[in-house]
């Protein structure tokens, strides 16, 4: 099945650096991927939707230059969370569109932890 | 997007069978109702998706009454390892860049 790999799974970082999260599709084409944050005991908040070769659309209240996407292939989307700070510092989970009997579904990724010390 | 209701929190024995429902009172024609497993630190995880009657598949059982206002999802014979969140979606499965508005989920605990 679709396979979206996402990396580091994990990091910490000092305040004020900048953080790369990737999110490739490993068996798979993916045209549209999305980035999502999650706070401890809440659900997933989608921050934007990443589009190969245009700009990505972020949701009211994401800040676009500090949560920089790049999506420059058809496997690879890229989040930089730009000069962190300790309150950046969530779960962030990326997704891809698949498509499953006839049926468009969505693969996430298995998520970067993020501390910002 | 249809806004989704699920129940916040659910217990259930080992071995029981849990059923979960979802309540999607403003579905679309075009919608289709996708289930999401989440544990721990992970990404979601597709369960089951449907548009009308039933759905089975090899770990899950999805019910969908004939107004699509409400969904039931079916988990047989629950194991420890079932003890996670889930996640019922609604939305349209022509696309695929459709935005996904994940609601509380229902934190599912199974006990020994």
């Known amino acids: 099945g679709a396979v979206v790999s996402q990396h580091p799974s994990w990091v910490i970082c000092k305040s004020g650096t900048s953080v790369k999260i990737e999110c490739r599709s490993l068996?798979?084409?993916?045209?549209?991927m999305f980035w999502y944050r999650q706070f401890p005991k809440q659900s997933l908040m989608l921050m934007a939707t990443?589009?190969?070769?245009?700009?990505?659309?972020?949701e009211q209240g994401v800040e676009k230059d500090k949560f920089l996407i790049n999506h420059a292939s058809l496997t690879l989307s890229t989040l930089t969370v730009t000069s962190a700070h300790p309150e950046d510092s969530s779960f962030y989970i990326c997704?891809?569109?698949?498509?499953?009997?006839?049926?468009?579904?969505?693969?996430f990724g298995s998520g970067t932890r993020l501390t910002v010390v | 997007l249809a806004k989704t209701t699920q129940p916040i929190s659910m217990d259930s024995y080992e071995g029981q069978e849990v059923n979960i429902t979802c309540s999607h009172n403003?579905?679309?024609?075009?919608?289709?109702i996708t289930w999401y497993q989440q544990f721990p630190s992970q990404g979601p995880r597709f369960i089951i998706q449907?548009?009308?009657t039933k759905v089975t598949n090899e770990v899950a059982s999805l019910f969908i009454p004939a107004d699509r206002k409400s969904s039931t999802l079916s988990l047989p014979r629950v194991s420890l390892s079932d003890t996670a969140v889930y996640y019922c979606l609604v939305g349209e499965s022509n696309f695929g860049n459709e935005k996904l508005t994940f609601g509380t989920g229902t934190r599912l605990t199974i006990i020994p």
């Open positions: 997704s891809a569109s698949t498509y499953r009997e006839n049926l468009y579904g969505y693969t």
């Open positions: 449907g548009y009308k």
């Open positions: 403003n579905i679309a024609t075009n919608d289709y």
């Open positions: 990443s589009n190969e070769g245009s700009k990505a659309t972020y």
């Open positions: 068996d798979f084409q993916a045209t549209t």
